[in-house]
T-cell receptor, first 111, second 113 residues
Framework: RKEVEQDPGPFNVPEGATVAFNCTYSNSASQSFFWYRQDCRKEPKLLMSVYSSGNEDGRFTAQLNRASQYISLLIRDSKLSDSATYLCVVRLIRQRRALTFGSGTRLQVQP | ETGVTQTPRHLVMGMTNKKSLKCEQHLGHNAMYWYKQSAKKPLELMFVYNFKEQTENNSVPSRFSPECPNSSHLFLHLHTLQPEDSALYLC????????????FGPGTRLTVL
């Protein structure tokens, strides 16, 4: 079983749509959670950290469910510029800095 | 200078060549990382350096040899690679304490013939 599992997509949505991605992680010792964004042929960049209480940043909302070991990302009012691959990332307690990445979910927002 | 730079951006090498990838970070971070990203696979952590000391080697074959002369520079020396080593090699850095965010360089796209 993969440590971090994501639906690869692609998710094709029209501009203005709301889209949600889920991610599951296998290790209950996972301590920190993030969503990174990676544009085509570019490096990953941090989109947002995911906190236990859930958090929101503009059109983006991230939630964590420790009991079920999944993380979600909700994007409201999708823009063309949101088209990218969204990487779910976790950090284990025993690995102070190393991150474990999912394969990513590709989003394509269409006009 | 942008945060994390990598050179070269593209590299084509034969299986018997020796080459090196270079990474430099201008963010004052103490931890640096090498990741490998192959097509349709997640990023795989290769090495972690903290204050110039290697703290993790993720079972990487010895044909990849990292070097960290100081907290700002990281190298990946390549020798006798295989075609399956063709991938995007990404360098990242972060603060040793506090913030978890890792900042990535643009990567070196490596092709082994």
């Amino acid at each position: 079983r993969k440590e971090v599992e994501q639906d690869p997509g692609p998710f094709n949505v029209p501009e203005g749509a709301t889209v949600a991605f889920n991610c599951t992680y296998s290790n209950s010792a996972s301590q920190s959670f993030f969503w990174y964004r990676q544009d085509c042929r570019k490096e990953p960049k941090l989109l947002m950290s995911v906190y236990s209480s859930g958090n929101e940043d503009g059109r983006f909302t991230a939630q964590l469910n420790r009991a079920s070991q999944y993380i979600s990302l909700l994007i409201r009012d999708s823009k063309l510029s949101d088209s990218a691959t969204y990487l779910c990332v976790v950090r284990l307690i025993r690995q102070r800095r190393a991150l474990t990445f999912g394969s990513g979910t590709r989003l394509q927002v269409q006009p | 200078e942008t945060g994390v730079t990598q050179t070269p951006r593209h590299l084509v090498m034969g299986m018997t060549n020796k080459k090196s990838l270079k990474c430099e970070q201008h963010l004052g971070h103490n931890a640096m990382y090498w990741y490998k990203q192959s097509a349709k696979k997640p990023l795989e952590l290769m090495f972690v350096y903290n204050f110039k000391e290697q703290t993790e080697n993720n079972s990487v074959p010895s044909r990849f040899s990292p070097e960290c002369p100081n907290s700002s520079h990281l190298f990946l020396h390549l020798h006798t690679l295989q075609p399956e080593d063709s991938a995007l090699y990404l360098c990242a850095s972060s603060q040793e304490r506090g913030g978890n965010e890792q900042f990535f360089g643009p990567g070196t796209r490596l092709t082994v013939l």
